[in-house]
């Protein structure tokens, strides 16, 4: 599991960098298992989390869980899907490269969750890993593998696993460090769960990635943010203390006082050694006589 490091999130301006829109977290699921399962983590509408649902069935678009909703195939709705193709999702997802790059353009960490085993996860999830991979500093990538009953579909998925191996760009950012890929089987679910109800498969799924976008995305990068900008807060210096210099405040009795019979040193706030020296001069003046006394 790649945690986000300073690698990602450096700078002298990180203090500034602000989640949602500087750092971006972008959750994109195609095919129709994959949007179930982003379905339930988009319902729970996790903090600065965009999510995004691709596929090639245009009932996609009526999905308002998701904050933005991709049609790959024609508006005419005569090509209603892939007939289970993976060449055909393939193609149309090619062909939607450039609304894909508009996604993921300026994206930090993507997570892709993709089912397998149909035409357009199996055939446009590795486009979009091709498109996230160039834009986003991580990438981690979630394919859902079939039940073992399935039969034809689950080798199709695995077969869907393997070209994701000649990806270029994902694979050079999982040479990198900065990219994963992880295989959640739904026949592990058989053993380790049981019975699990259909319905909560898709949850089961949902609270797994939930947990990985919280610990692997989340909360690491707020943490580096309020570091970054504790660290920008300017220590202020310590100003040595100036006594303040004024007159004494002056009480007015309300009846007159006696006056005290002995009347008080002139400095009596003031140490003996820093009261002033004051030296008296007294000189006596005798009056002189008047006229008739001449």
């Not at 596929?55 to 998701?66: G, H, M, T």
């Not at 193609?91 to 508009?102: Q, V």
Request: glycine share 10%; net charge negative.
């Amino acid at each position: 599991m790649y945690t986000p490091g300073n690698d990602v999130l450096e700078g002298a301006w990180a203090h500034q960098l602000r989640l949602g829109q500087d750092v971006r977290f972008v959750l994109a699921a195609v095919g129709g298992g994959g949007i179930r399962v982003a379905a339930e983590i988009a319902k729970q509408h996790i903090r600065h989390l965009e999510t995004v649902a691709i596929n090639c069935d245009p009932n996609v678009q009526s999905f308002e869980e998701f904050d933005r909703r991709v049609y790959l195939g024609p508006d005419s709705g005569i090509e209603r899907d892939t007939g289970g193709s993976p060449i055909v999702g393939g193609l149309l997802a090619r062909a939607a490269e450039p609304a894909l790059e508009r996604i993921f353009d300026g994206a930090t960490f993507v997570i892709v969750v993709g089912s397998l085993g149909g035409g357009a996860g199996s055939g446009a999830l590795p486009y979009l890993l091709e498109v996230a991979s160039r834009h986003a500093e991580v990438v981690s990538a979630f394919v859902i593998r079939p039940f073992r009953c399935e039969g034809e579909r689950r080798a199709l998925a695995d077969r869907a696993i393997g070209r994701l191996h000649f990806v270029e760009a994902f694979v050079e950012k999982r040479e990198q460090g900065t990219a994963s890929l992880r295989t959640l089987d739904n026949e592990s679910l058989v053993s380790s769960y049981g019975g699990m109800a259909f319905g909560h498969i898709a949850q089961h799924w949902a609270e797994l990635i939930r947990q990985h976008i919280e610990t692997a995305f989340l909360a690491p990068t707020e943490a580096l943010l309020e570091a970054a900008r504790a660290a920008h807060i300017p220590q202020l210096t310590p100003i040595n203390a100036v006594p303040e210099v004024g007159l004494p405040a002056v009480a007015v009795p309300q009846a007159p006082a006696p006056l005290p019979a002995e009347i008080p040193p002139l400095f009596p706030a003031l140490n003996a050694e820093m009261r002033p020296e004051v030296e008296l001069t007294f000189e006596i003046v005798q009056p002189a006589p008047p006229p008739e006394a001449r």
